[in-house]
């Protein structure tokens, strides 16, 4: 956050003492909102948007690809219509794209493929986040940038006449490899994206619903996305079904404050995502998925959760990638689980939109919870939480949200320095919360 936000950012508390009851619906992906806007300025003729998250980080998407000249018209709550021209335009001004980490590194990736300059920023935590990592393979396919050192925002980037490429990811980034998929698109030849571990696949589902041609599979090397350069998009109604890392702060409160039970309507099942269900049934969760449904070619459906004597467990580092976003909040889950849970090969929350690690590590033990950082890993020792304590969030909205869970299942209240940023992800969330019984405020 800049200095200006600081002063005046509004502390919230959330007390224990009542159960959570009731029914919520998941807000709209965050994922799939940011790929739908991005790829519906793209396309040629409309795309119909259905459930858009409308957050600050997808608004600031929105802007950028009104920059680029799109169309863009809101229709009612979560209900756009984009109207696209085949490509991306020269943008009049900076593009300042706020906190969002996942609009930057797609629409850099996108805008590569185009013969444009755009020059992009932020806000203080996204201008220290670093873009090299999708940087190199655009700059390998012929994109060129002028940047601070890492090739941290402020940038300048120039692209157009991109070749395609044969690129390894270092490591696992569905962010990453969706910039170079994006940027493929406009490139001669083949882009080839392998990576070890598969990560989130909602770029190439969403570019074969818009009418790309490509491929994923397995090979000598590893899991694989071909896609041949100089395809056109077709606009086409998108459906936008709820974000499993908004839900799990609803799944994890109905699970540690007692006598809770409640239901996330309309979470998005799809496989790359669903680490952090994995994980809660290992730890004893009392959690039940109906209504199993498509929504827009993803798989859908219902969560209920009952108040559950959970325990620790030791987290696969291989399913990282999975729940990546999720590993706050679960450290929250493990606050109040009998035993030690241990999470390792997640150094990637290091350069979030904080140091999620250490955030989790010191505001949990404020909380009078035993947790331990390490360089790629947390170690959380269970038993009930203490509470009573104001957590520093950074301005980042996951560690913001989980501890204001934590504070409905701990002895004391718990008390965040900042509320504004939770809208970059989960606007309404303590409303919705205080309409299940939460008290918050």
Known sequence: MTLATRAAATEIAAFPGQPLRGTATAPGDKSISHRALILGTIAHGETAIDGLLESEDVRRTAAAMA??????ERRGEGRWRVIGNGAF????????????????????????????????????????????RALKPLGLMGA?????????????????????????LPEPSAQVKSAILLAGLNATGE??????????????????AF??????GQ???GHFVRLVGGQSLRGCAVAVPGDPSSAAFLVVA????????????NVLLNPTRTGLIETLLEMGAELTI????????????????????????EVPAARAPTMIDEYPILAVAAAFARGVTVMRGIGELRVKESDRIALMADGLTACGVTARAEREGLVVEGGMARGGATVHTLGDHRIAMSFLVLGLAAREAVRIDAAEMIATSFPGFAALMRDLGARIG
């Not at 882009?191 to 770029?203: I, K, L, Y």
């Not at 009418?211 to 994923?216: D, K, S, Y």
């Not at 109906?290 to 467990?313: F, K, P, Y």
Request: proline fraction near 4%; include cysteine.
């Open 219 to 221: 090979d000598d090397k």
């Open 290 to 313: 109906g209504g199993r449904r498509d929504c827009g070619g993803e798989a859908v459906g219902d969560i209920t959760v009952r108040h559950s004597a959970l325990r620790g467990v």
């Open 191 to 208: 882009t080839w994206v392998r990576e070890t571990t598969p990560t989130r696949d909602h770029t190439e589902r969403m570019l074969s």
């Open 89 to 132: 335009a020269t943008p009049s001004d900076v593009l300042d794209l706020g906190n969002s980490g996942t609009g930057a590194r797609l629409i850099l990736g996108a805008a590569a493929g185009y013969p444009l300059v755009a020059s992009f920023t932020g806000d203080g935590s996204l201008r220290e986040r670093p873009m090299l």
């Open 254 to 265: 109905g699970l540690i404050v007692p006598g809770s039970e409640l239901t996330v309507r």
């Open 144 to 168: 060129r940038w002028l940047a601070r050192e890492g090739g941290r925002l402020p940038l300048t980037l120039a692209g157009g006449a991109l070749k395609g490429i044969d690129y390894a």
């Open 211 to 216: 009418g790309a041609e490509l491929e994923a």
């Open 67 to 72: 920059a680029f000249g799109a169309s863009l």
